[in-house]
């Protein structure tokens, strides 16, 4: 058994809002009293990171929804805030958070594809663990994938296209 706890809805504004996920909003919602400012994923990830640190119990954010409702959105934005939040400065090398948030393209080549509901569709469930240490840093992470859906790389019906990758192939320069 377990209890859940506070719920954002999201609405999809269907429009790219960048001064709403910038170091600004980072920095605003950055130790805010939950329900001070307006709700927001940041929110939702600066409570789940001080109930980890206060307590030191593990939180799970659920992001549900239908096809395009903007989970794959949400789930960027809550990393995003915990990269931010979990952060180290590391000396040469690439960082756990800065490996974190560059998977995500990756991930989104082999995994989503346009369908009649969502330019960007993710056709596979994702975990992610983020593993932080003693100071809050970052320490490790994990993404397991489930179910893709196989089918759509040898079967799609038009208007949809295949996985991104096979474009992104076609569409790479020569060398
Ligand atoms: N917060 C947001 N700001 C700007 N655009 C957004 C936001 N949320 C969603 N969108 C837009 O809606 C589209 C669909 O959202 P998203 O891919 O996150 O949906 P989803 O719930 O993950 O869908 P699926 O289950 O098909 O993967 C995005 O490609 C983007 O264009």
Redesign the pocket.
Known sequence: QTYTGNILI?V??????PH??NDHMMEMYKGAEFGELSPH?FAMADRAYRLMMNYGISQAIL?S?????????????LMQYLAFMGGKVESGGRSVQQQVLESNPVLEAFG?AK?V???????FGKFVELQFDQNGKISGAAIRTYLLERSRVCQISDPERNYHCFYMLCAAPPE
């Open positions: 999201a999809n504004p269907f429009q790219r809002l709403l996920y994923p992001v929804g239908e096809s395009g409702a903007g989970k794959t959105e949400s789930t960027k934005m989503n369908t509901r969502n330019n960007n569709s993710s056709r």
